[in-house]
């Protein structure tokens, strides 16, 4: 597959340099407005979100509730809301509208085969398959879909979504479709077909579909879980759908570099910079003279979560930049050989759970939002402690702009997305 999202830090800053906040926030719920396609990027370490607002506000002053500003913390909010939940996020937070016993754990074939009759969804399977990514509102499309039409439990949609995303996030995607499904969030997400046909193009338009009627029709088809989903217009024929591809809990066939299991003599008496699926930036500037860059896959990670053959090509490319040893393998088998290491430094990221050794030099992920220590069960409650007293993007004390920077003396301007 060709990845439409190129591994490479010189991408990951082409991306960053066609961010234009003011459009973003006028068009950013049209699948063909301003996405900014930054997400793979920062998921998988290229990109932080302060290096990210930093690039921006130097070319445009904004002020901290711009939509592009407010965007970014939902990210941290994520995050926030893991750190403080731990595994919990991976069940239901709080009862949805039918009980959980009452959604299927699988997801039915003419879903995963792209071809339900209902445009909107396949095509934002298609879509998915064919480039690892989706626009946010089609996945909210998707996921609502999923949940409130098909009866299908939010962790199984979730867990297929994450393995096909390129910017999959244990956080970000699994919240989020907790927050689509009502278990999460005060209410669910419902969408007809006129909410398709204002935001996306003709081909998603879903006339004559069960999602063409009334929100107050899909609520209470949502609330039954008996309700009797009517056959699609136009129904596509079985052999008009495609396959799913396959996703791997270990290394697919092919890929490259090359991956063997974890090696104590190959670090032995080294200074070890540990590269990581989550940590895929630059290797830091201020590491020991000939510190050796060892790229790792952790055994348990995938094998909790399968990865599609193009996420893990995307990643392993980049490690391939990075680092001169490769290796998959065990928590343990990785912790046996890095004990041979003089030192081992490396990126901290929560989706590698307890899996690291505690005797690992961790650096933080550089964070944008000063860290709400109280648990924050909605947004709303942790933006406004988040951004309290912040008038200005450079009150932000992740940001860490300096005064050569032009963004360091930005002064607020009116959201543009009012």
Not at 22 to 46: E, K, V
Request: proline share 7%; net charge neutral.
């Amino acid at each position: 597959m060709t990845l439409t999202f190129a591994p490479t830090m010189a991408a990951a800053q082409a991306a960053l340099a066609a961010v234009r906040p003011g459009f973003y926030a006028r068009s950013r719920n049209s699948l063909d407005g301003a996405a900014t396609r930054l997400s793979p990027y920062i998921t998988h370490g290229f990109l932080t979100l302060p290096e990210v607002l930093a690039a921006v506000v130097a070319r445009e002053p904004l002020d901290v509730q711009h939509r592009f500003v407010f965007e970014l913390g939902w990210r941290e909010y994520f995050q926030h809301v893991w750190q403080q939940r731990g595994e919990a996020i991976f069940e239901s937070l709080h009862p949805g509208l039918l009980p959980d016993a009452a959604y299927s754990d699988s997801l039915p074939a003419d879903l995963l085969n792209a071809s339900t009759g209902v445009p909107v969804i396949d095509t934002a399977v298609r879509t998915l398959y064919a480039t690892g990514h989706l626009h946010n509102h089609a996945r909210m499309w998707l996921a609502s879909y999923v949940v409130h039409i098909r009866k299908c439990h939010w962790r199984a949609g979730a867990e297929w979504l994450y393995g096909h995303l390129l910017d999959g996030d244990l956080a970000s995607n699994h919240l989020s479709w907790q927050w689509v499904a009502g278990t999460g969030s005060s209410k669910p997400y419902l969408f007809n077909a006129d909410n398709v046909a204002r935001f996306a193009p003709a081909e998603w338009h879903s006339p004559g579909t069960v999602l063409d009627t009334s929100y107050d029709a899909l609520e209470q088809i949502a609330r039954d879980a008996q309700a009797d989903v009517p056959a699609q217009a136009p129904r596509r024929r079985r052999d008009d759908g495609i396959d799913e591809p396959e996703r791997f809990a270990t290394p697919p066939p092919g890929l490259a570099p090359a991956l063997s299991a974890p090696n104590a003599q190959a670090v032995r008496g080294r200074d070890v910079w540990l590269v990581h699926p989550w940590a895929l930036g630059d290797v830091p500037a201020d590491l020991a003279p000939n510190t050796l860059c060892v790229a790792a896959f952790i055994a348990q990670t995938h094998a909790e979560h399968a990865w599609s053959v193009a996420r893990w090509n995307f990643v392993a490319t980049r490690m391939a930049e990075l680092a001169s040893v490769h290796w998959f393998g065990s928590a343990a088998e990785l912790a046996t050989a890095l004990s041979a290491a003089r030192s081992v430094q490396t990126l901290a990221s929560a989706h590698l759970g307890d899996h690291l050794s505690p005797q690992l030099g961790c650096r933080p992920v550089a964070r944008l939002f000063p860290a709400v220590a109280t648990r924050c069960d909605s947004f709303s409650r942790w933006w406004s402690r988040a951004t309290r007293q912040m008038r200005k993007v450079s009150d932000l004390p992740g940001l860490n702009l300096t005064p050569a920077d032009p963004a360091a003396t930005l002064q607020p301007q009116r959201n543009t997305s009012s």
